[in-house]
């Protein structure tokens, strides 16, 4: 069935340092991925996104690579700041037209300072 | 200020006891969902609304009910709940069902004893 899950479920770095967070999802007819960020007590935000017609996408500090031959999904976070501790989870949205979103388990990120 | 907002935030209930959960967003969004959230799970989706009097099952849509009578709002519907609805519940809404990101409510803890 579809599913979207990640490799590690905690993650920890040392401040500065760049992040890298997994996922691999097996619905090969997915197109479109996000990333959201879950900090303690509040609901997901969004956090960067992509299109299955694309490779990579930059934001601010934030990188997403999309590598569809393997069916993985990454997040990479650039000098990674005590603020960045939270529970990361990617999503696909799967279904003709994209009407439902699956998430993965998430991974959790320590920022060690 | 664009938000999703819920309530009530946190809700404790006895088994059987029909409880309605409140979501509404003041942004015109046409998508709106609802998700579970328990440990090592992620997040599950139980229902989702296109748009006005459309709505459609999630992953986990049993013991649930939703309505989407305007625009704005979209409350999920417990008409006997157990203990194993006992989790963590979050609405989302974005512009459309497509390409877009989903802005999330700030969530409502319900135990169920």
């Known amino acids: 069935g579809e599913s979207v899950g990640l490799h590690l479920p905690t993650l920890s770095v040392q401040e500065g340092d760049n992040s890298i967070i997994n996922c691999a999802y097996s619905n090969s007819a997915s197109d479109y991925f996000i990333w959201y960020k879950q900090e303690s007590g509040k609901g997901p935000q969004f956090i960067i996104d992509i299109r299955s017609n694309m490779d990579k996408r930059q934001g601010q500090r934030v990188t997403v690579l999309l590598n569809k031959t393997v069916k993985h999904l990454s997040l990479q976070i650039a000098a990674t700041q005590p603020g960045d501790s939270a529970v990361y989870f990617c999503?696909?949205?799967?279904?003709?037209?994209?009407?439902?979103?699956?998430f993965g388990a998430g991974t959790r990120l320590f920022v060690k300072a | 200020e664009a938000q999703v907002t819920q309530n009530p935030r946190y809700l404790i209930t006895v088994t059987g006891k029909k409880l309605t959960v409140t979501c509404s967003q003041n942004m015109n969004h046409e998508y709106m969902s609802w998700y579970r959230q328990d440990p090592g799970l992620g997040l599950r989706q139980i229902y989702y609304s296109m748009n006005v009097e459309v709505t459609d099952k999630g992953d986990v849509p049993e013991g649930y009910k939703v309505s989407r009578k305007e625009k704005r709002n979209f409350p999920l519907i417990l008409e006997s709940p157990s203990p194993n609805q006992t989790s963590l519940y979050f609405c989302?809404?974005?512009?459309?069902?497509?390409?877009?990101?989903?802005?999330f409510g700030p969530g409502t803890r319900l135990l169920v004893l």
């Open positions: 989302a809404s974005s512009l459309s069902q497509a390409f877009e990101t989903q802005y």
């Open positions: 999503a696909e949205k799967a279904g003709t037209g994209g009407f439902k979103t699956i």
